[in-house]
T-cell receptor, first 111, second 114 residues
Framework: GDSVTQMEGPVTLSEEAFLTINCTYT??????LFWYVQYPGEGLQLLLK?????DKGSNKGFEATYRKETTSFHLEKGSVQVSDSAVYFC??????????FGSGTRLLVRP | DTAVSQTPKYLVTQMGNDKSIKCEQN?????MYWYKQDSKKFLKIMFS???????INETVPNRFSPKSPDKAHLNLHINSLELGDSAVYFC?????????????FGPGTRLLVL
């Protein structure tokens, strides 16, 4: 079945460092791809999404490009802030319209 | 105004009890969901309703029964609670059931079964 694999955490960075969180997927058909973020003690919020190959989603300085050839949707940010500390989830919506999540990657940004 | 709200926020109960979690959305969405997040943060869908009709029913014990009295509400009733039911339960909603639609999540209900 469809699945999402993302890099193990935690990822610890200093403020203003460059961030990459890797995400790859396995799916039949053409899924939509998402990054959701969960701040401590809160529910998930959509960070960005892409619905077709080569689309780039972006929001709050974060970006991810839907790469069909490598089945990837890596999350990047040029300069992280302490306030970006959270758990980041990569997800895809499969042919039955379910959201399938990766295992989450915890990001800790130190001042 | 909270878009997706859940009650209660915390629930501590004994094994064997029956409990309910309520969810309401004021976004006018047609589709609602229940997810379970375990202690390792792994998130898995349990159920989904579209216009009050059940459309997704994952492999969930039949002790879990969702009920949607109207499009704005999706409640989750759990019978005979077990230790393994301890988790955070999230409700979510989306405009419709199409895969590319954004899902909006509630704040979660932290259930602890003793």
């Amino acid at each position: 079945g469809d699945s999402v694999t993302q890099m193990e955490g935690p990822v610890t960075l200093s403020e203003e460092a460059f961030l990459t969180i890797n995400c790859t997927y396995t799916a039949t058909g053409y899924p939509s791809l998402f990054w959701y973020v969960q701040y401590p003690g809160e529910g998930l919020q959509l960070l960005l999404k892409a619905t077709k190959a080569d689309d780039k989603g972006s929001n709050k300085g974060f970006e991810a490009t839907y790469r069909k050839e490598t089945t990837s949707f890596h999350l990047e940010k040029g300069s992280v802030q302490v306030s970006d500390s959270a758990v980041y989830f990569c997800a895809l919506s499969d042919s039955s319209y379910k959201l399938i999540f990766g295992s989450g990657t915890r990001l800790l940004v130190r001042p | 105004d909270t878009a997706v709200s859940q009650t209660p926020k915390y629930l501590v109960t004994q094994m064997g009890n029956d409990k309910s979690i309520k969810c309401e959305q004021n976004l006018g969405h047609d589709t609602m969901y229940w997810y379970k997040q375990d202690s390792k943060k792994f998130l898995k869908i349990m159920f989904s309703y579209n216009n009050k009709e059940l459309i997704i029913n994952e492999t969930v014990p039949n002790r879990f029964s969702p009920k949607s009295p109207d499009k704005a509400h999706l409640n989750l009733h759990i019978n005979s609670l077990e230790l393994g039911d301890s988790a955070v339960y999230f409700c979510a909603s989306s405009q419709d059931a199409r895969g590319q639609e954004t899902q909006y999540f509630g704040p979660g209900t932290r259930l602890l079964v003793l």
